[in-house]
């Protein structure tokens, strides 16, 4: 951590306000725009003032104590602030991190009985939250909604959690959950965790995943379908396809809890199997609004979630109760800086990981208000995210880099064609300008680096300039945040998740493992746990240790690749194994993206290495552009000649190959791993798409591949 106090102590030394700080060429919040020639974007004055942590002084004084007396600064926190049936026993933390001494192990508050969903629910209605909206549920069609207060959230727990018991399902049972973003999907989270059953949440195809599962799940908890967009999926039909590929692999589910999405599909065209299928309002609501609590260790699984398969086979992580519990409402509260009159909105689905840690438990268990959106955020138009956020004032707003690309491509509606009757009604104006936004207090992005112009684009455009964007880094195995902006206490740069929170120490290493220091680049590891660290995959402890302990014994090694700029910012440069290699240049696929990405009829790019006879490895970009702009020549070499300015001659892309749309996971993310498939014409080796949001486009990315 030396390394990093050094950098820390250096910002420290900063005075907080930022309108002293001229020389730094300085932008204040709400005074400028953030543009290139500019590094810092400051919080206000005024927004410092109020926020947790108020200055990079108040963060060094924290962080220090989180290093060097891990045990104490969590135990306080833990003690302090959750419900504890009983408490741990001596030992805060037992762990070994380090493959050449055995086994890997992390344990927290091991001993500690408590509940996640009781510390969610009761312990926040006791403290006088019961009439406080805790979700508020907006539907994929505009103007159906719904709401629930922190104590009807509790009756509507427990009459789940009664039910679940009925049927036999007990502490330590797996249950599958396959449903759409309703209140029901984190209802269904809440009840598992009350009865301590271990949910497992799918947002893939899951035959691909049940097959695998050998946690011998008993349950089935889905619905008949939903609306997306202008789209209806029918779930049943997928959880039907997958129950019977389970079967063959002698996993026998004995019941299929189906709730009736009235708005999507009626209960008479669902398909339906006789004493297996139950229609959940039928059975659910009968059952009492009180439900005793399952006490379970701090160790004991919570639940089992698959990674999104950005780079290979999904990998089952498995979190436990106590410390991802005090993790993730930790970080949730620093990063977004939260306050009790906050509205919350994650556009993440519970699908994965964020929507479990910052949808459900972060916000619930700091009793936040949180809104909960069914839909597709360009439907019916791509002003539907902030006609949401006017809606319900949303002050915090946490979403993913490509659906910040995806908004900002929409542009001007003025522009589309398609839009015409919108452009008449509202002429001239934008999708984002023509709401207000005023409520917005706090941004947030995940899933992958952002582009420093989409970046700016989201700070100046929907935030209109006041609003820090926590860009906060961190994975499914992490839990919750490890690398992240905390909105009051530093200026941020575009582009950069800045400095590590409370207890984490990041460290770069090179190829050999050794810790580098200064201005540097190379592989992201972590020393030390940190509570929301998971504790294993699923059934492969082995391969729980060989993929994160063993690359770089003694570190927790993440497979993303990160530099540090002079002032100690972390800037996360893609994942190791996409790095490319040219002519002895090793460089970062985000690079060259967002080099793309500047471009002005660029909207999203993907980049990957291809065999190069000269080079050893050579650029090959695939490049989507804004809305309505043509492909020719000449913009392939303008987009050419962007990189080659800004990054230099040996980044320049050696083919651009026109992309009307990307392979993404669910969760949004670009699948490198398959483009580079396509790049170098492997078609028959594209590997596991089941994945994939839509795999049509790997179909129109072939097509396209020699125009
Ligand atoms: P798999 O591990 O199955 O290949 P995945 O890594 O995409 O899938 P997740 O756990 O959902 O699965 O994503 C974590 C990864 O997402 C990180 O390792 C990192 O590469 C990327 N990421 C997440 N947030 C950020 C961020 N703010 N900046 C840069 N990269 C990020
Ligand atoms: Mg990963």
């Given at each position: 951590t030396t390394n990093h106090l050094r950098h820390v102590e250096s910002m420290a030394s900063l005075p907080s306000g930022a309108g002293k700080i001229s020389h730094l060429n300085a932008v204040i919040l709400g005074e400028a725009l953030a543009s290139e020639e500019n590094d810092f974007v400051f919080p206000s004055d005024d927004f410092s003032r109020q926020?947790?942590?108020?200055s990079p002084h108040k963060y060094l004084e924290m962080y220090k104590r989180s290093i060097e007396d891990p045990a104490g600064f969590w135990s306080g926190i833990a003690s302090s602030q959750f419900y504890w049936k009983q408490k741990w026993g001596d030992q805060v933390c037992s762990e070994n991190l380090d493959v050449r001494k055995g086994d890997i192990k992390i344990e927290w508050f091991k001993g500690g009985i408590t509940n996640i969903c009781y510390n969610c629910l009761d312990r926040n209605i006791d403290a006088?939250?019961?009439?406080?909206?805790a979700l508020y549920w907006e539907s994929n069609e505009p103007g159906f909604d719904a709401h629930l207060t922190y104590s009807q959230l509790l009756h509507r727990v427990c009459q789940l959690a009664n039910y679940l018991k009925s049927i036999g399902v007990r502490k330590g049972d797996a249950v599958i959950v396959y449903l759409p973003m309703l209140m029901e999907l984190p209802i269904t989270m809440l009840a598992c965790a009350r009865i301590g059953a271990v949910h497992s949440v799918y947002i893939l195809l899951p035959h691909k995943i049940v097959e695998k599962l050998?946690?011998?799940?008993k349950v089935v908890i889905t619905c008949n379908a939903v609306r997306r967009g202008p789209k209806t999926i029918n779930l049943k039909d997928i959880v039907d396809a997958a129950l019977v590929e389970s079967a063959k692999n002698g996993i026998s589910i004995d019941v299929c809890l189906t709730y009736e999405n009235q708005s999507a599909l009626k209960r008479e065209s669902t398909k339906w199997q006789e004493g297996r299928d139950v229609w959940w309002e039928d059975v659910v609501p009968k059952y009492p609004t009180t439900c005793d609590v399952e006490w379970v260790d701090a160790e004991d699984p919570l639940f089992l979630l698959y990674t999104s398969g950005s780079t290979g086979k999904p990998k089952g992580v498995l979190h436990t109760t106590g410390g991802y519990m005090v993790y993730t409402a930790t970080t949730f509260k620093y990063a977004f800086d939260y306050k009790e009159s906050d509205v919350y909105w994650c556009t993440a689905d519970c699908g994965w990981i964020t929507g479990h840690s910052?949808?459900?438990?972060g916000p619930m268990l700091n009793g936040a208000t949180v809104v909960v959106y069914e839909g597709a955020p360009n439907y019916p138009d791509s002003g539907r995210c902030w006609d949401i956020v006017d809606k319900y004032k949303v002050t915090i707003f946490y979403t993913a880099p490509t659906l910040v690309r995806s908004l900002m491509r929409d542009g001007d509606e003025a522009s589309c064609i398609s839009n015409l009757v919108y452009t008449l009604k509202y002429p001239v104006q934008n999708y984002v300008t023509r709401y207000s936004r005023k409520s917005l207090r706090v941004l947030g992005s995940v899933g992958e680096p952002i582009n420093p112009s989409a970046w700016r684009w989201f700070f100046n455009v929907v935030g209109g300039s006041r609003c820090p964007i926590s860009d906060t880094w961190w994975q499914t195995e992490t839990g919750g945040f490890m690398i992240t902006p905390l909105p009051g206490a530093w200026p941020q740069k575009p582009g950069s998740a800045t400095f590590p929170f409370f207890g984490v120490q990041p460290v770069i290493v090179d190829e050999k493992g050794t810790e580098i220091d200064g201005e540097c680049s190379g592989y992201l590891c972590v020393k030390g746990s940190w509570p929301g660290a998971f504790r294993t995959l699923y059934g492969d402890h082995e391969r729980y240790e060989t993929t994160?302990?063993?690359?770089?014994?003694?570190y927790y090694f993440t497979g993303d690749g990160c530099s540090r700029d002079k002032d100690g910012y972390h800037w996360l440069t893609g994942r190791v194994d996409d790095v490319i290699n040219v002519s002895g240049h090793r460089i970062g696929t985000a690079e060259v993206e967002s080099a793309l990405v500047s471009h002005p009829q660029c909207a999203e790019a993907a980049v990957v290495g291809v065999e190069h006879e000269v080079k050893g490895q050579g650029i090959y970009a695939f490049v989507t552009l804004v809305e309505g702009v043509p492909y020719s020549e000449e913009l392939r070499k303008s987009l050419i000649l962007t990189v080659r300015n800004q990054i230099g001659a040996f980044a320049a892309p050696d083919k651009i190959h026109w992309a009307p749309g990307l392979p993404k996971t669910r969760s949004g993310k670009i699948m490198r791993r398959i483009l580079r498939k396509i790049a170098s014409r492997q078609l028959d080796e594209l590997g596991d798409i089941s994945t994939l949001a839509e795999p049509g486009v790997v179909d129109q990315l072939i097509a396209l591949a020699d125009s």
């Open positions: 926020a947790l942590i108020p006088g939250l019961a009439d406080k909206i050998d946690c011998k799940p910052y949808v459900t438990y994160y302990f063993r690359p770089f014994p003694g």
